[in-house]
């Protein structure tokens, strides 16, 4: 029998570089939200980074208040951004790593090195009523990590699958992992340079719930408009996900 349909969640965070870019009011990102809902997302991220260079806090805030689909809240673990969170109150928080100098999310959640700082904050999130999903490479060791971390979920990083999706290795990496994580009783999510010529491997893993997708629908958005770019990619989702087992 296939497996139900995979919820997308669109990161609008693109919407606001280009509103960044010269610091006005448009594109509201806000206004993506009823577009993308309309169109078959399940779900809206943001990240609201340190440096605000995209999405910022009255953002987050309009988010808050105009998503009537779930709010997948991206922040990396730091004082200030987990209370603003535990105020926001987002259905989900994804923590992911975060450095100045990059240019996207470069890497999954290092659950290593500082473990006790992440779960004080997943707990943190977790007692405000927050799912907390944690951004990881797709290792075994860090999806066996996150649980021990208290995640309700983990997103696997799919970016080294999108730079190189016919390395064998790559894939396969991502199927131990969303299996690995399942079998441990968390919810498995994927994300990080997908578009709808990459997707379909990816949607295809049985266990995968959710995909998280902004860059590739908002670049499609500047050609043919952001409700047809995201019909583009649900139908690449879902032409994949109905074959699940
Ligand atoms: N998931 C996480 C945790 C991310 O940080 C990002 C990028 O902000 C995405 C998914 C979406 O990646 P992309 O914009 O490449 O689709």
Redesign the pocket.
Known sequence: MPLKQQRLTI?I?HVATIRQARRGDEPNPVDAVPICEGAGANGITA?LREDRRHVQDADIRQLKERITTYFNF?LACTDEIVAFACEMKPEQA?L?PERREEI??EGGLDVFSDPARISESVARLQGAGIRVSL?IDPDLRAVEQSKELGATAV?LHTGTYALHPADPSNITALRSAALRGAEMGMKVHV????NVRNVGLVAAIPQVEEL?????VISRAVFVGLDQAVREIRAAIDAAGSKRE
């Open positions: 990161n965070d990240h991206e994804t992911v996207t999310t951004f997103e994300g990080h340079g997908l998280n997708i902004g860059h590739s």
